[in-house]
């Protein structure tokens, strides 16, 4: 049974999930640790568009759910990578991070999670925060799972440990998930499955609805499905707590029955004025995949005296911007630099200077990129 809201609204199910429609960000990664060997299909990883194909490979049985609960909620496919650990139970920083760099450039960019027992401990979060510092890649880090009695999370205690990585360089380009959400499993059980999961699938399902990642997948556009609970409710005063410290929360919609949506979604960057809206993480990444893709056509071609190349650069990448500024897209102006102001004629670099301006903020959101040509 599904529900028809505007936005995302999926019906989740493990038997025979149906991708989502292959978008720029759509592609979620996920690493996990086990002892298995994985057979991957493509150098360390392997890509799955359904979870039976992971476990096949040799990936577990809670791996190939994820894939299955991601597909669902409408990621078009998931790469995963299993690290390689000292103690499986508990693998360091330092080896989730070579985990996570066997998602390179060439897989593209997307939305990034640690899936594991302890992915709500520092190890994963300080992995995940120093991956996407240098690669195109959004985190999805996991508050923890939640429950009753002693397995309940302590809202303020969540907020603490949020607001103790505000301050790491990719912040901006990470968000936090709590609690659990119970989904069917391909054992026939229901159990939780972490909301960094489900926030992923959830934004990647919506990058193919509205054709870009600036919307925030909240509220009506955060609809996860029906008939399905959360591990934990919180309270108002709790849920307050927990966003007021940058942590999003799913949370049921009592006026229709069981549905579960994501309440907010910020980063953890809580004082950065225009990166506390995760969203434009999200469209920051897709912008710079979709300007590098197009300025390699460029490759090989020689800069010239009159500046030819650069006109001909800027006004392809024009055209790529355009569609997303205006009434109702996610920018309201941008502006490209690529002339002999940041470039040069003695070297084989093709510099490009980007601003982006969202709507309804004043300040812009400026980098660089830097093609070898």
């Not at 899936?115 to 925060?129: D, I, M, R, V």
């Not at 960094?196 to 399902?205: D, E, H, K, L, P």
């Not at 009159?306 to 997303?324: D, I, W």
């Amino acid at each position: 049974m599904a529900i028809t809201l505007p936005g995302v609204t999926v019906n989740v199910s493990t038997a025979n999930p149906v991708p989502g429609a292959p978008t720029a960000t759509g592609r979620v990664f996920v690493a996990y640790a086990n002892a298995a060997v994985l057979t991957p299909s493509q150098g360390n990883v392997f890509i799955a568009k359904k979870g039976a194909d992971a476990i096949a490979a040799g990936a577990p049985s809670d791996v190939g759910d994820v894939i299955d609960v991601l597909l669902a909620l409408g990621a078009p496919d998931v790469v995963i990578t299993n690290t390689t650990a000292v103690s499986y139970t508990a693998p360091t920083s330092t080896e989730w991070g070579v985990g996570l760099a066997n998602f390179t450039a060439d897989l593209g960019p997307g939305r990034v999670l640690i899936f594991h027992s302890a992915s709500a401990s520092s190890n994963a979060y300080t992995a995940l925060l120093t991956f996407v510092q240098s690669s195109n890649h959004t985190a999805y880090l996991d508050g923890g799972i939640g429950g009753t009695g002693a397995s309940a999370l302590n809202a303020a205690t969540v907020a603490s440990t949020a607001a103790g990585l505000a301050a790491n360089a990719g912040a901006k380009y990470a968000g936090m998930f709590v609690p659990g959400v119970n989904v069917p499993r391909s054992s026939g059980s229901t159990s939780p499955m972490p909301a960094s999961v489900i926030a992923a699938g959830v934004a990647a399902g919506l990058d193919a609805k509205v054709g870009n990642a600036g919307r925030k997948p909240e509220w009506s556009f955060g609809v996860i499905g029906s008939a399905l609970s959360v591990a934990q409710v919180f309270s108002d005063a709790d849920v307050s707590t927990l966003t007021t410290g940058a942590v999003n929360v799913v949370r049921p919609i009592t006026q229709l029955g069981s549905v579960v949506a994501l309440n907010s979604y910020n980063s953890l960057a809580a004082t950065d004025v225009i990166m506390v809206a995760f969203e434009r993480a999200n469209f920051v990444m897709q912008v710079k995949a979709g300007l590098m893709a197009r300025g390699a056509f460029y490759i090989g071609r020689p800069k010239d005296a009159k500046g030819s190349l650069f006109t001909e650069v800027l006004t392809a990448l024009n055209g790529y911007l355009t569609p997303f500024s205006g009434p109702n897209q996610p920018l309201s102006k941008f502006t490209l630099q690529c002339d002999f102001n940041n470039n040069t004629l003695t070297d084989n670099a093709l510099n490009i200077n980007v601003g982006l301006w969202f709507a309804g903020v004043a300040e812009a959101v400026t980098f660089n990129l830097a093609l070898s040509i």
